[in-house]
């Protein structure tokens, strides 16, 4: 932190202790001694005309914006604490899956933080994020009422139809990685409203 050199930090990703994600360059920009803990700053050194550093930062900054340097670690935290299955239908093929946010990233409170993340596969996300389904802060899915009484196809009767009603078939072991139950909450309500429009 004092000679302010780049370091590569190895963020740890689920239960597995020898599993790490590998983030490059970070630098320490201060000390917490009462949390014991550092403030690793992703950004800003990039912003330093005179760094050694600044042609590799430069590429560096044109593929990734701060916002994108979440979305990796986000997405390998949730996917790891899902057993890399959807939390709704319990699908387990990775390419298919997304880390969701419960509350987006782009509101106050939507944290990057596991309990305000869902394991969930495409179709799954899109419906939770488009308020065709919903969770309730007990976990239990709920589809969209004019959703029910669709008529259509396999995808449609399997894919959703099917899960009114059903708990959520996949939820993290260890309860602080659970969903939190306000967010999910303030997200339901979301759901709601959206159902009398
Ligand atoms: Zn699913």
Request: with cysteine; proline share 6%.
């Amino acid at each position: 932190m004092e000679q302010q050199k780049p370091l590569i930090w190895f963020q740890g990703v689920g239960s597995d202790p020898s599993v790490f994600l590998p983030i490059f360059p970070v630098f320490l920009i201060n000390e917490e001694p009462m949390q014991r803990q550092f403030v690793v700053d992703l950004v800003d050194k990039f912003e330093q005309p005179d760094s050694p550093l600044e042609e590799a930062i430069k590429r560096y900054r044109q593929v990734l914006t701060r916002q994108r340097l979440h979305q990796p670690i986000f997405r390998s935290m949730v996917l790891a604490a899902y057993q890399s299955r959807c939390a709704v239908c319990s699908l387990k093929q990775a390419s298919l899956l997304d880390a969701a946010h419960i509350i987006p990233d782009n509101e106050a409170d939507g944290i990057a933080s596991v309990s305000n993340g869902l394991a969930l596969c495409k179709l799954h996300h899109a419906a939770f994020d488009n308020q065709i389904l919903g969770i309730t802060p007990d976990y239990v899915v709920r589809i969209r009422e004019e959703i029910l009484h669709e008529a259509g196809g396999s995808m449609l009767r399997f894919g959703l139809q099917n899960y009114e009603g059903q708990k959520l078939l996949t939820i993290p072991k260890s309860t602080h990685k659970r969903p939190d139950q306000q967010l999910l909450h303030r997200a339901y309500e979301k759901f709601l409203s959206a159902q009398s429009s």
